[in-house]
């Protein structure tokens, strides 16, 4: 197996991925974009998150290292001809270490999102960026993992409903040890209160929520997500949690099977009009290099199907992040992994009847330049990224694929 919880990747794995890239340039294709390669050190390092955008089109991110060693937020703004790239915030280890999740944005402009580590008790926080006057950020750590039943270690991001509530898993603790799903609430004295909605765990239940990816809602409020580990053949769940009054109530919807039913599931789900549940395995499928899958449900029956088994090589492998979709139905993604030589790929998939189409629409380059985030779409349909060791300093590059 490629992939075991957590996920965190060092800065020193990075480094030396990047050390056996064939050529110092990106193997851009002829629609790709480099919009911003970091420098390492204090303009931060290896950005393992995607991007998200605000409603002026501007983009934000964070990096796991750099700044002073336990990573940075960062803004990109179009500038003409060029983007222009601020760092936001520096994070110490008493607001939260290493960011590896998505961020996610509110209709104020806040950015929301967790970190693995630091925090009160070291062991992960909630965090928001509130922007102020004159450029400036507000850093506040809205919550700080206690450990124990409070759970720890975070590796995904955050939900926000249409209250203000907070919805987010961990990796960890737990009364299983195996991670949790919270909602975290205004108190009205300015701080937060932990409700757990899940202890992950229990018997063939999954184990460590979240991986990359956040929780997800669908139109009556209910929770969608995957576990890494755990289920029945301990290969993985999908799971939703239903609200019912003040209490929470766990199905699991799919047990992967390992095998070529795919394996550890590390990005959010996608759920379409019509309830389809898409997302990705990060290994297994006929060829163990991950796939990605469709459930379909059918009043309390959820039938699964592989739609696509990444064969490995140049069609890439091992995706970490779950896939996105355009208005005709379309699935975009990218993998970690590719052909020697070159890292991971940004692909499209389309469908043709019952089947599926893959097209492979840019190759990193450099072994250990492939994405772990997964992607963004703007109105004009193009694409956007981050890879986490690719460019010059190889530290990290924010990029663009218009397909």
Do not use: C
Request: glycine share 22%; no cysteine.
């Amino acid at each position: 197996m490629r992939v075991r919880y957590p996920v965190v990747i060092s800065a020193a794995v990075a480094v030396a991925l990047a050390a056996v890239t064939v050529s110092a340039a990106p193997a851009w294709a002829a629609t790709g974009t480099v919009l911003y390669n970091f420098a390492g050190g204090s303009d931060g390092e290896s950005p393992q998150g995607p991007v998200v955008f605000d409603s002026a089109g501007n983009l934000y991110g964070t990096t796991t290292f750099g700044g002073s060693g336990d990573g940075t937020a960062y803004k990109l703004t179009s500038s003409g001809s060029g983007w222009t790239k601020t760092t936001i915030h520096t994070f110490q280890p008493s607001n939260g270490r290493l960011p590896q999740g998505p961020l996610t944005l509110d209709s104020a402009g806040n950015l929301y999102g967790t970190t693995y580590q630091g925090g009160a008790s070291g062991i992960g926080a909630v965090f928001r960026l509130s922007p102020g006057a004159g450029g400036t950020w507000t850093q506040s750590v809205l919550f700080s993992f206690p450990g124990g039943n409070g759970g720890q270690l975070p590796t995904g991001g955050v939900t926000l409903d249409a209250s203000g509530n907070i919805y987010g898993t961990t990796g960890g603790g737990g009364v299983w040890g195996q991670g949790i799903a919270y909602k975290l609430s205004p108190n009205g004295g300015g701080g937060w209160t932990q409700t757990v909605l899940h202890h992950f765990g229990s018997g063939t239940d999954g184990r460590h929520p979240g991986g990359r990816g956040a929780l997800v809602f669908d139109q009556s409020g209910n929770l969608y997500g995957a576990t890494v580990d755990g289920g029945s053949a301990n290969a993985g769940t999908v799971f939703r949690l239903s609200p019912s009054g003040s209490t929470w109530t766990e199905t699991v919807l799919h047990h992967f099977a390992g095998g070529t039913d795919g394996a550890n599931p590390l990005g959010s789900v996608l759920l379409d009009a019509s309830g389809n549940i898409y997302g990705t395995t990060s290994e297994g499928g006929t060829s163990s290099n991950g796939t990605v899958y469709k459930l379909t449900g059918s009043g309390s029956t959820w039938t699964k199907s592989v739609i696509f088994n990444f064969p490995g090589g140049a069609s890439g492998h091992s995706p970490f992040a779950g896939v996105i979709a355009d208005p005709a139905g379309d699935l975009y993604g990218t993998t970690v992994g590719g052909v020697f030589g070159a890292g991971g790929v940004v692909y499209k998939l389309a469908p043709s009847g019952a089947s599926w189409t893959q097209s492979v629409l840019y190759t990193f380059s450099g072994a250990g330049t492939g994405s772990y985030g997964g992607l963004v779409r703007d109105s004009g349909g193009n694409l956007y990224g981050t890879n986490a060791s690719g460019g010059p300093s190889s530290a990290g590059q924010v990029f663009k694929v218009t397909p």
